[in-house]
């Protein structure tokens, strides 16, 4: 438990500041540590509601959230967030493991040779 916290709290930190969210960290631990990953999946949408919710809290007293421009954002996110879950129970582990290192790696190098610029 006490791991678990230590994680929570620098994934949260990395969060806040990156705007990534978390759940890139927290799916792959979760796996790690033996979880289904549709569990995983769907546990780190918790982690992520709770360091949201904080880390708006803190941008916004700083002066540094666009509240027109994230709820729009956010309407469409909520769509896609319906459709997900279902596509995901059609998806292997090992189909699911493959496709999110994927994304990873190509987020990964998206950040990397945008950081060049």
């Known amino acids: 438990m006490i791991t678990l916290a230590l994680f929570g709290t620098l994934v949260g930190l990395l969060s806040s500041v990156s705007g ?3 759940g890139f960290m927290i799916v792959p631990l979760l796996i790690f540590l033996g979880r289904e990953a549709k569990l ?3 546990t ?3 982690f992520i509601l709770a360091v949201s919710i904080s880390s708006i809290i803190a ?3 700083l002066g ?3 509240i027109k421009t994230g709820l729009i954002l956010g309407l469409g996110g909520i ?3 319906q459709i ?3 596509i995901l129970q059609h998806i292997s582990e090992q ?3 493959r496709l999110f290192s994927v994304l990873l790696v190509i987020t990964a190098v998206w950040i990397f040779v945008d950081s060049k610029s």
Do not use: I, T
Request: charged content about 10%.
């Open 40 to 42: 995983a999946v769907a």
């Open 79 to 81: 769509v896609g967030a």
């Open 95 to 97: 189909n699911f493991k």
């Open 84 to 86: 997900g879950p279902h």
């Open 59 to 61: 941008h916004y007293r």
């Open 44 to 46: 780190s949408f918790v």
């Open 64 to 66: 540094n959230v666009d």
């Open 20 to 22: 990534l969210g978390g």
